[in-house]
């Protein structure tokens, strides 16, 4: 049997979808954006919804609409994908590396430890779908040591008044936290749509918007799609309806909007995210955990505590008691079975752009160990009960036969 890690969910309904859009005569940013958005919108009940082309360029719209220039300090965790830093690096300014909790998201208390007069924002990262602790979060950026060195040095920041708080929420659409969706939790909720993630467009990523009352949403929509177009006062979609040809660069934007044609692959998706493609997630998960929960060397991650629960978007094992080369050794052996694992996430201080940059694994020891004894499982709504079992039993056959080399050894 092989069973790959992540493929992309397409049935009839996306080729449909798709065919509809090519067939149309209109295949970048139109229609089908517009309606993605709209159903983002519903489904998390978020002010407004901005689709570009991927999580990082939303990330680097976001931070750059907010004016982080050079000299200003962005806090992340250590625990996340590249891109959540890289962004902060793209707009000149510096990312400030926190340790997470072994739940794996940020640590709301070393988020507090590190806040400076630099600091203009936080991103939180919700990793494999379960959401950080957002009210406590705000509550730091609210309270009023934080507020007292908050230095606001542009139109957004002074409207925001305190360090904004953005959710890198590229795992957690549909993930819940105290009865509300991931797309209402953060000041700024950033989606990605990329081919591996829950809903995807292939490449493609998200900005909802849920700002304080000082905003107005539907203006910072408008703004925020000159900034994915440019600067460009008209789009090619307006052009093309005969409303004029001349246009206006109004600032150095950028170029990042969605086409539709990318759009068509989301919108047939999510039209069955709630009630179909989440539900069958979840089902993967609780078979993982049905089967794990009885072995002792097995730590099974959170899916569901008091005030949350996952949208199902990795499964992210961890072994009891093992170091970071019999983890490597173990999935090894489950690929020579035939099912493709992964790993959430190499910590960012042990990549060689942040090594370069001064930052060092030692100092992030929850990070290091969350992933030094972590395989992601498959989980995806086409897998059967009988692949789930064979991936199962391929974990645990891998576990016993390096547990074994080792007494030998
Ligand atoms: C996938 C991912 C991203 C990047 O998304 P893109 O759409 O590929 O830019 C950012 N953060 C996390 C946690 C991710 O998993």
Request: aromatic residues 12%; charged residues 25%.
């Given at each position: 049997m092989k069973i790959p890690f992540s493929p992309p969910f397409v049935d009839d309904d996306v080729l449909k979808e798709v065919a509809d859009t090519l067939r149309s005569g209109w295949i970048t940013t139109g229609p089908k954006v517009k309606a993605l958005e709209q159903e983002i919108n519903k489904l998390t009940g978020c002010q407004q919804t901005l689709c570009v082309n991927s999580w990082t360029s939303g990330a680097i719209l976001t931070l750059k609409w907010l004016g982080v220039k050079a000299g200003d300090e962005v806090i992340v965790p250590a625990y996340t994908y590249a891109a959540t830093a890289l962004s902060v690096i793209h707009c000149g300014a510096t990312p400030i590396l926190v340790d997470v909790l072994p739940d794996f998201n940020i640590d709301p208390a070393a988020v507090a430890k590190a806040i400076t007069a630099k600091t203009k924002a936080i991103i939180a990262v919700d990793i494999a779908g379960l959401m950080c602790d957002y009210d406590r979060l705000k509550e730091i950026v609210s309270a009023p040591e934080a507020l007292a060195q908050f230095n606001a040095e542009s139109d957004v920041q002074q409207k925001m008044g305190r360090v904004m708080v953005i959710a890198d929420a590229a795992h957690s659409i549909g993930a819940k936290y105290k009865h509300l969706n991931s797309g209402v939790c953060a000041d700024v909720n950033i989606f990605s749509m990329h081919a591996v993630k829950n809903i995807t467009t292939a490449e493609g990523g998200a900005i909802s918007l849920h700002l304080p009352a000082s905003f107005n949403a539907q203006e910072v929509y408008e703004l925020m799609r000159l900034w994915s177009l440019n600067g460009q006062t008209k789009d090619a979609f307006?052009?093309?309806?005969?409303?004029?040809?001349?246009?206006?660069?109004?600032?150095?934007?950028?170029?990042?909007?969605?086409?539709?044609?990318?759009?068509?692959?989301?919108?047939?998706?999510?039209?069955?995210?709630?009630?179909?493609?989440?539900?069958?997630?979840?089902?993967?998960?609780?078979?993982?955990?049905?089967?794990?929960?009885?072995?002792?060397?097995?730590?099974?991650?959170?899916?569901?505590?008091?005030?949350?629960?996952?949208?199902?978007?990795?499964?992210?094992?961890?072994?009891?008691?093992?170091?970071?080369?019999?983890?490597?050794?173990?999935i090894a052996h489950i690929v020579k079975l035939?099912?493709?694992?992964?790993?959430?996430?190499?910590?960012?201080?042990?990549?060689?752009?942040?090594?370069?940059?001064?930052?060092?694994?030692?100092?992030?020891?929850?990070?290091?160990?969350n992933y030094?004894?972590?395989?992601?499982?498959?989980?995806?709504?086409?897998?059967?009960?009988?692949?789930?079992?064979?991936?199962?039993?391929?974990?645990?056959?891998?576990?016993?036969?390096?547990?074994?080399?080792?007494?030998?050894?």
């Open positions: 307006s052009k093309s309806n005969g409303s004029g040809w001349r246009y206006d660069i109004l600032f150095d934007g950028l170029k990042v909007n969605m086409p539709d044609i990318c759009a068509a692959i989301g919108l047939a998706q999510i039209k069955k995210y709630n009630h179909n493609l989440i539900v069958e997630r979840k089902r993967i998960a609780q078979q993982y955990e049905a089967y794990f929960t009885s072995r002792s060397w097995a730590q099974l991650p959170i899916l569901k505590d008091e005030h949350r629960e996952t949208c199902y978007h990795l499964y992210a094992l961890r072994i009891v008691g093992i170091t970071e080369i019999e983890r490597d050794e173990m035939g099912v493709a694992v992964n790993v959430h996430f190499l910590p960012l201080p042990m990549l060689t752009t942040f090594k370069n940059k001064g930052f060092d694994i030692k100092d992030f020891p929850v990070s290091y160990d030094a004894r972590e395989i992601s499982l498959p989980i995806y709504p086409q897998l059967t009960t009988e692949q789930v079992n064979f991936i199962c039993s391929a974990v645990e056959d891998s576990y016993h036969t390096v547990k074994a080399s080792e007494k030998i050894a």
